[in-house]
């Protein structure tokens, strides 16, 4: 069931522990709150409305799959764009979550995509086969020309961080850091589904 994105809204500052049942060693080191050897987002969720919103985000670049990803050609669509690396905990923690999005928004035309800001492609490959993520990640490590492209929005180095862009490219919503309520972010993405392009 949609809830109105009014309501929407107002839940963000609502969130709530999920679980997955993702088991592996840097996982467990995120749950048991050690933080070692990693920068994590502070796990606030902004919301914005469409009249607050800043320009649309012109963002490219080589895929782990070896294809290229270009925003362009997602132009009136909804993404979501996830900002990883395979040795950072609440990345292998929510791996699963996104995912679960990902199939539940295939047919509404929302894409994801992934961008790594660590690895080289091998290790996202492994990464995506480990935790079953069926979406490809632009490799940033190199020229850090997604991160720069969302100057502003994301912190440099605070991974995870997800960002829903609306239809015009413009960022919608911001997750800084493991997204702990998947019911949350799924009605954030039904909400900016719902908009009128142009809006």
């Known amino acids: 069931m949609k809830r109105p994105f009014?309501?929407?809204m107002v839940l963000a500052s609502l969130v709530t522990v999920s679980?997955?049942?993702?088991?592996?060693?840097?996982?467990?080191q995120y749950r048991d709150g050690s933080g070692a050897n990693y920068i994590s987002g502070d796990g606030a969720?902004?919301?914005?409305a469409p009249e607050s919103r800043t320009d649309s985000v012109q963002f490219e670049g080589d895929l782990d799959t070896g294809e290229f990803f270009s925003s362009s050609d997602y132009a009136g669509s909804v993404i979501v764009v996830n900002f990883w690396?395979?040795?950072?905990?609440?990345?292998?923690?929510e791996a699963a979550d996104l995912e679960s999005l990902h199939q539940?928004?295939?047919?509404?035309?929302?894409?994801?995509v992934g961008v790594?800001?660590?690895?080289q492609a091998p290790t996202a490959l492994t990464f995506a086969k480990e935790f079953?993520?069926?979406?490809?990640?632009?490799?940033?490590v190199e020229t850090g020309s997604v991160r720069l492209a969302f100057a502003g929005q994301v912190a440099p180095n605070a991974v995870p961080t997800t960002l829903v862009l609306d239809k015009q490219g413009r960022v919608s919503a911001r997750i800084s850091g493991v997204i702990?309520?998947?019911d949350l972010l799924a009605n954030i993405i039904e909400g900016v589904l719902e908009e009128e392009l142009g809006s």
Not at 132 to 140: A, L, R, T
Request: net charge negative; proline share 4%.
């Open 6 to 8: 009014a309501v929407m």
């Open 19 to 28: 679980c997955t049942s993702t088991s592996d060693a840097l996982a467990e």
């Open 45 to 48: 969720i902004t919301v914005l």
């Open 85 to 93: 690396y395979a040795g950072c905990p609440p990345c292998r923690v």
């Open 104 to 112: 539940q928004f295939l047919s509404d035309g929302v894409a994801f």
């Open 116 to 119: 790594n800001i660590f690895d």
């Open 132 to 140: 079953g993520v069926s979406y490809g990640s632009i490799m940033d």
């Open 180 to 182: 702990t309520d998947v």
